[in-house]
């Protein structure tokens, strides 16, 4: 049975140019792909930068939110609670809609917090997860506790990962893209270039510092091109570089990140072990689609269940390469693009929770 289905991204995140940082344009259009494929009405609520950015036309059926998020290098502790409220608003806006399902597809704390509050004014949620633990101590234990209580709110959660849990809704495990071939397959080089990309937003958790002193050492070429939101990193980052490391302050189209993605022999993920071993990644899983082998910590890959060169750190790279068997990774990744991120059944598994 067809439902109409609001695609909520109520964050909005830009550059101080006014360009969407971050998967969330990517994944509206897939998702709303795949839905409309399977005969829904899908409707997008967004902020105009993610419209814009996600290809979204005068004649497709959108509602703009008022507000988006600004990334920069510092924001003050006022820009800070304002963008919260900014969020707010945008979330308040999504759940006036009337459709069958709201489907909340990029969610952080905050909406949680909100639900928390506020409830879902009576309306049929569903959001997706990409963080299956907040740690240990008071604060991840009140953020734990703030969690589940809006999980009550909720009539689904789509986990991206493969082993999160979640006390008080249903949930399913459906990886954040699906592996379409005709995308992916003409940027997948046979032939490597013998060296490693670091692509995405350059943000504060990103271990930069401690990867571009590793590259210098081990003599790897390195190719780093993300927006960073701090341009006096950037420039630091660069006096320290050595001749083998390239950096970039730049936000590639999207072909120019899938060739940059499916031409390198590895991806260097620099994310925080404690944090993203409960976390997600879009490269992460587009490196699977390319054949390209992740570099990052060992708890990272083993959390997210995909193989790869797994260190305890980061001087550990040039030795680590050595010892990888490139042809059974390989065979791996085919593996699961197969069978987890295969598109079909990927919007089989979509049409089948959301729409029961």
Known sequence: MSKTIVMAEYQGR??????????????????????SGRGHAVTYYAPAVILKAAGIKKDDPYKKLSHH???????????????????????????????????????EFYFFLYLAIFGNKGKNIYANSFIGDFGRGFAPGLKRRIFERAQKKIRG?????????????????????????????????????????CLGTMNPDKKLEEMVEAFNKNGIALKVVGRFYDKERFERLKNMAAANVELKDEYPDRDEYLKLL???????LPYPEE????????????????????????????????PGGGYAHMSEIGSLIKTLDEEALKKAYAGLRASEYDRASFAEKLDAFLCV
């Open 262 to 268: 499916g031409s390198a022999r590895y991806v260097v």
């Open 157 to 197: 959660i789509i986990s991206t990962g493969p082993s999160f849990e979640f006390k008080n809704t249903k949930s399913i495990f459906i990886p954040d893209y699906s592996y379409d071939p005709e995308t992916y397959g003409p940027f997948r080089a046979d032939k490597k270039e013998d060296c490693a990309v």
């Open 275 to 306: 944090k993203y071993s409960h976390q997600t990644s879009g490269v992460l899983q587009e490196a699977v689609f390319m054949d390209t082998i992740p570099l990052t910590y060992k708890g990272i890959l083993e959390g997210n269940k995909i």
């Open 69 to 107: 998020i600004l990334m920069k290098g510092r924001n003050s502790l006022f820009e800070k609670i304002f963008n919260k409220f900014r969020m707010f608003a945008n979330i308040a806006e999504c759940l006036k809609s009337e459709a069958d399902i709201i489907w909340f597809f990029n969610t």
């Open 14 to 35: 830009c550059d101080t140019a006014g360009n969407a940082v971050g998967h969330a344009p990517k994944v509206m259009r897939e998702y709303a792909d795949l839905l």
